[in-house]
């Protein structure tokens, strides 16, 4: 497993369950519970490593004591995977090779670290202070999102956006940066790798454009395929 243990940054990447359920194409499939009010975990990636290793296994046991937060702040909007599946799938994928990493070298250290990262951030307060609040009639620019995250992340984030039915541009991931030491940042060139690596085909969405008005929607319980209707 040497090969994948030479990454120097991650990324925490956070989705928002207000737009979560644009990107499947069956309506049915997508549950949101009234506990998810914020943005919610979707994995932490190490950067140039590629598929990992599913030979480390995980066990629901593994997470006792570390269930209650992780239901609500990593949960799985799926109906057809649980919570604990989720969390299984991102560990195999990605967690193996942050095991490299002694602050991140169990099962229990790995998710430890990325409710750590999750919990430090307060993304919520910094949109709101930067007069960003969901909406689904008001949109914005891409340079105000940034201007709203920059006091707390810098530059090290990229926002990714879904196209919904009526062809608007709507925020959906976030995608903030870290070295392996746990500070913000990376270098530029892992960054222009992870923007390759990290596109569609093994994540969700594309690069928010920056000349076109972007949509940050509201959560609906009821609806979540189409939260503004």
């Not at 949101?32 to 932490?44: A, C, E």
């Not at 602050?103 to 993304?123: D, E, H």
């Not at 992870?194 to 994540?203: C, G, H, R, T, V």
Request: proline share 7%; glycine share 6%; with cysteine.
């Amino acid at each position: 497993m040497d090969r994948h243990c030479k990454w120097t940054c991650m990324i925490l990447t956070l989705q928002w369950p207000g737009s979560f359920c644009l990107i499947l194409n069956n309506e049915t499939i997508c549950n949101l519970s009234p506990d998810i009010q914020n943005w919610t975990i979707h994995g932490l990636w190490p950067i140039h490593t590629g598929h990992c290793c599913s030979c480390w296994p995980i066990f629901q046991s593994h997470l006792e004591g570390l269930e209650p937060e992780l239901s609500k702040f990593w949960p799985s909007f799926l109906k057809s995977t649980t919570a604990f599946m989720f969390w299984k799938q991102e560990w195999f994928k990605h967690g193996t090779c942050a095991a490299c990493d002694e602050s991140m070298g169990s099962t229990q250290l790995y998710f430890k670290t990325a409710l750590k990262l999750r919990l430090s951030l307060r993304i919520e307060s910094a949109l709101a202070d930067g007069g960003i609040k969901p909406s689904c009639d008001n949109a914005y620019r891409h340079d105000d999102l940034h201007a709203a995250l920059r006091p707390l992340l810098g530059d090290n984030c990229v926002l990714q956006c879904v196209r919904d039915e009526k062809g608007h541009e709507v925020w959906a991931q976030l995608k903030i940066y870290f070295f392996r030491n746990q500070t913000l940042g990376c270098h530029f060139k892992e960054i222009g790798y992870a923007d390759k690596i990290f596109q569609p085909s093994n994540s969700s969405g594309h690069p928010c454009p920056t000349e076109t008005p972007i949509f940050y929607y509201p959560i609906n319980y009821k609806n979540p395929k189409r939260p503004c209707q």
